[in-house]
């Protein structure tokens, strides 16, 4: 057997982003819509994360505006979602995760490993994210199914995603969730 046949790849980071309160409450400004099924996806991939230690970063947003307020509970995590022991958690006041300084110096610190994007605010923070990882030349992909938007008056949701997600296509690859739960299930 080849000696470059028995590399091991390093595990994908799975980004988990602003799953937050703020974006479950009903009538707020960045209220995201379809969120049940989002979060049973988010759910699931970060259990099949988990129970392949691989590494899982929680990104969480502090925006200092009036309507965001990082005092409130609504910052907290969703229960289900929230970081464990050992796993890390950034915190970025603008929508990018790029903005928290200590997240650039872990990614920065990563090399070639790549990361997988999941979470809320397809409209802000993933994609403010991903573009600001391209042009650091970082590897993204997300996972369509397991990342939620706010909808956007007078544009079906529907609509609206499947723009965002051609969009952010053009910085990062959009992994399908059989590919992803099925490259979590075996060995590398």
């Known amino acids: 057997m080849q000696a470059r046949a028995m590399l091991r790849k390093p595990a994908p980071v799975l980004l988990c982003t602003d799953l937050q309160q703020e ?10 819509a379809d969120t049940a099924q ?3 996806t988010c759910k699931k991939i970060l259990d099949q994360w988990r129970s392949r230690l691989w590494p899982v970063v929680h990104l969480k947003r ?10 409130s509970t ?6 289900e979602c929230r970081p464990r022991p050992g796993e890390m ?6 929508p990018s995760a790029y903005s928290s300084p200590r997240f650039v110096e872990y990614q920065a610190n990563l090399g070639i490993t790549g990361c997988v994007v999941i979470g809320f605010s397809l409209e802000e923070a993933v994609l403010a994210t991903v573009i600001d990882g391209f042009h650091r030349g970082h590897d993204l992909k997300i996972i369509g199914e397991a990342i939620a938007c706010a909808p956007l008056d007078g544009c079906e949701l529907t609509q609206y ?13 959009i992994e399908p969730l059989d590919r992803a739960i099925a490259s979590t299930a075996h060995p590398a």
């Open 23 to 32: 974006y479950l409450a009903p009538g707020r400004h960045h209220s995201m």
């Open 38 to 40: 989002v979060l049973a």
């Open 62 to 71: 502090v925006a200092r505006a009036a309507w965001f307020n990082p005092a």
């Open 74 to 79: 609504l910052t907290d995590w969703v229960p």
């Open 89 to 94: 958690s950034f915190e970025h006041p603008l």
């Open 161 to 173: 995603r499947r723009v965002l997600l051609d969009l952010i296509g053009n910085f990062a690859g």
